[in-house]
């Protein structure tokens, strides 16, 4: 077969209309892909810094769900923490319920008449009352010679061979022991009883002394006198104290005596409350095992870990985050029970009891606080780390579509243009052809 052979003027107007038509077709392709730069071999640099930027984009895409994740942990422990704290303070409320009930059980001691005042000392003070007179009265007569009062007798301890006194008021593991001064009163007893925290004392209008205990353990009160300061603290809690000369009994301040018992019951308000309280406890532990999101409760112990970038070993950055066990137990909130305590419980019934658990109930909502806190804290952080990678994986994506997407109005208008110069082109072949066609016309 014969080549067509073409004149110059046609094969160069076929030439122009080829490439015319190369163009729109990748303006064509630019302006359905979006992209100016759809492979390594339109912009090699621009091509391969883009994928890498879209790369890491996706990295930190995925990481995304795993910060979202750590939120929602955090955000559930933190609602635990709110939830046990209203636990708290509900028991704190059972708690003064109870105290505001007073206890049927503790031990008390009215001392016998006529010890501290007598008849005889109210008629010779010119009718002063028996109270004041007691209370006036001095405990020994190592002091001054002068009387506290106008009684003949003016004080209860002969001090020549004890010149030296002392108190000591216990219960149950707790001991207050003070020496009392050569001029001490009746008056100066009663408040050292008062200030022990374990009893509290007044003198009635008899001039009798009362001891109340502070709880409902086995109270022990003594008044010793010795030759010198440790002897009379020594036989405070003896047989030989001084008791009798305030009314009250050798036993009561004897370690190994009786001491001062509860005669009374059980407060029935304070009974009914140990059931709630218990309930109340009960749900402490329950509420933190509760507390987690997708298999992770930082309330039961567990450790998070978030990661923020896409890098490893020394280079990753991330914010691991320490649960902690969370229990009514862990928090010191013991059970409640009516009589004998055993470990791990406390007697509702005793004033002393309640003002522990009171304060231990302090204690654990400065706890619930501190925890608060921590996790506000690393809530924070993992926020702020989330808004910080969603500009990022912004700005890496809008950085990549930079370097290869295609601006639309411009290449719609250099395919406007194409198509113009396209038919521009056709025209010019056709005036090629027609000059050809003229050579015809010589043979016709």
């Not at 302006?31 to 621009?46: C, F, H, M, Y």
């Not at 406390?346 to 400065?366: E, G, K, P």
């Not at 579509?401 to 110069?421: C, F, P, Y």
Request: aromatic share 2%; hydrophobic share 40%; charged share 15%.
């Amino acid at each position: 077969m014969a080549n067509t052979i073409l004149t110059s003027g046609v094969r160069a107007n076929l030439l122009t209309l080829q490439q015319t038509t190369a163009e729109q077709g990748i303006i064509q392709n630019r302006l359905a892909t979006g992209k100016r730069v759809n492979s390594a071999i339109d912009n090699p640099v621009n091509y391969f810094t883009s994928l890498g930027l879209n790369d890491r984009a996706n990295e930190l895409k995925g990481l995304l769900d795993g910060i979202s994740n750590g939120i929602q942990t955090i955000t559930a422990a933190s609602q635990g923490i709110d939830s046990i704290t209203k636990l708290v303070q509900s028991l704190q409320s059972t708690i003064k319920q109870a105290q505001a009930d007073a206890a049927a059980n503790r031990p008390n001691r009215i001392g016998t008449s006529d010890v501290l005042a007598d008849a005889g000392e109210v008629t010779a003070t010119s009718g002063k009352s028996r109270k004041d007179i007691a209370l006036d009265k001095r405990i020994s007569n190592a002091g001054p010679a002068a009387d506290a009062t106008a009684s003949s007798v003016g004080h209860l301890i002969n001090a020549t061979a004890t010149p030296a006194t002392a108190l000591t008021v216990s219960a149950g593991a707790t001991t207050y022991t003070v020496d009392l001064g050569a001029n001490a009163t009746v008056r100066d007893l009663v408040n050292e009883i008062n200030k022990s925290g374990i009893a509290t004392a007044t003198v009635d209008d008899s001039g009798r002394l009362n001891v109340t205990g502070s709880g409902s353990d086995t109270l022990r009160v003594g008044i010793g006198a010795g030759a010198d300061a440790t002897a009379a603290r020594t036989n405070a809690s003896s047989a030989t104290n001084q008791n009798a000369a305030f009314g009250l009994l050798v036993a009561d301040g004897n370690s190994a005596g009786a001491g001062i018992t509860s005669t009374g019951g059980n407060s029935t308000v304070r009974s009914n409350l140990i059931k709630q309280f218990n309930d109340l406890r009960d749900q402490i532990d329950k509420l933190a095992k509760d507390a987690g999101y997708n298999g992770k409760n930082l309330l039961n112990g567990d450790k998070l870990s978030i990661i923020f970038n896409e890098k490893t070993g020394t280079n990753q950055s991330k914010l691991d985050i320490q649960g902690e066990t969370l229990s009514a137990a862990n928090l010191g909130v013991l059970t409640a029970v009516s009589g004998t305590a055993l470990t791990g419980q406390f007697n509702i019934q005793d004033d002393t009891s309640l003002n522990t658990v009171a304060d231990t109930l302090t204690s654990a909502l400065s706890s619930l606080r501190s925890i608060s806190s921590t996790l506000g804290s690393n809530l924070s952080v993992v926020q702020t780390r989330q808004d910080f990678t969603k500009n990022l994986v912004n700005t890496l994506t809008t950085g990549a579509d930079n370097l290869v997407l295609a601006d639309s109005n411009e290449e719609g208008a250099k395919l406007l243009a194409l198509n113009t110069r396209q038919q521009l082109s056709q025209t010019a072949l056709s005036l090629a052809s027609q000059a050809d066609q003229g050579v015809l016309r010589l043979f016709g």
